[in-house]
T-cell receptor, first 117, second 111 residues
Framework: KAGVTQTPRYLIKTRGQQVTLSCSPISGHRSVSWYQQTPGQGLQFLFEYFSETQRNKGNFPGRFSGRQFSNSRSEMNVSTLELGDSALYLC???????WGSGANVLTFGAGSRLTVL | TQLLEQSPQFLSIQEGENLTVYCNSSSVFSSLQWYRQEPGEGPVLLVTVVTGGEVKKLKRLTFQFGDARKDSSLHITAAQPGDTGLYLCAGVYDSWGKLQFGAGTQVVVTP
């Protein structure tokens, strides 16, 4: 089955602009999580959406937002871009089951690499 | 906020050598996962451990979950160049919580 698809793969923006990233999860998966990966901070959790509702949220400013559509596709938006927002943004989909069952598995996309100039 | 600490940050070894990567937390994990990430790709799940004291083997990789569920280790026997990558541990502290990642261990295996 098709994996997690993220678009675009690469993009360059300037400070103050905004950006929208898209993620198409594995068919049947209802949970989509977003992570920011930088060399200094590693993988930082942004938010998770499950059945169109934000279920978990990380410690990022309000400039970072997301949403999920009825077909489970998700978008994240970053407004008023800053230089420090340059990163690899990873999306992961899963069935959304409880972690304690051991059955919840994140499948990651290849990421969207954002460069802010 | 709970913190996951991974050590070492970087490992460079020769083909055929063994290596161990550690993941520690001051809090109890509900479950813990190990991922490997290669350049230009997203992380790929290697294993999930749930029960304290659990040991899982995946070919030459052995994963241990501490009895108290606060630490884990990944041991690679007779490393090969194909084992090169960024190894990430990720833990959850409650059943419906977010998956938090450690900073990762970059492993380089040279022929």
């Amino acid at each position: 089955k098709a994996g997690v698809t993220q678009t675009p793969r690469y993009l360059i923006k300037t400070r103050g602009q905004q950006v929208t990233l898209s993620c198409s999860p594995i068919s049947g998966h209802r949970s989509v999580s977003w992570y920011q990966q930088t060399p200094g901070q590693g993988l930082q959790f942004l938010f998770e959406y499950f059945s169109e509702t934000q279920r978990n949220k990380g410690n990022f400013p309000g400039r970072f937002s997301g949403r999920q559509f009825s077909n489970s596709r998700s978008e994240m938006n970053v407004s008023t871009l800053e230089l420090g927002d340059s990163a690899l943004y990873l999306c992961a989909s899963s069935s959304g089951q409880t972690w304690g069952s051991g059955a919840n598995v994140l499948t990651f996309g290849a990421g969207s690499r954002l460069t802010v100039l | 906020t709970q913190l996951l600490e991974q050590s070492p940050q970087f490992l460079s070894i020769q083909e055929g050598e063994n290596l161990t990567v550690y993941c520690n937390s001051s809090s109890v994990f509900s479950s813990l996962q190990w991922y490997r990430q290669e350049p230009g790709e997203g992380p790929v799940l290697l294993v999930t451990v749930v029960t304290g004291g659990e040991v899982k083997k995946l070919k030459r990789l052995t994963f241990q979950f501490g009895d108290a569920r606060k630490d884990s280790s990944l041991h690679i026997t007779a490393a090969q160049p194909g084992d090169t990558g960024l190894y990430l541990c990720a833990g959850v502290y409650d059943s419906w919580g977010k998956l938090q990642f450690g900073a990762g261990t970059q492993v380089v295996v040279t022929p």
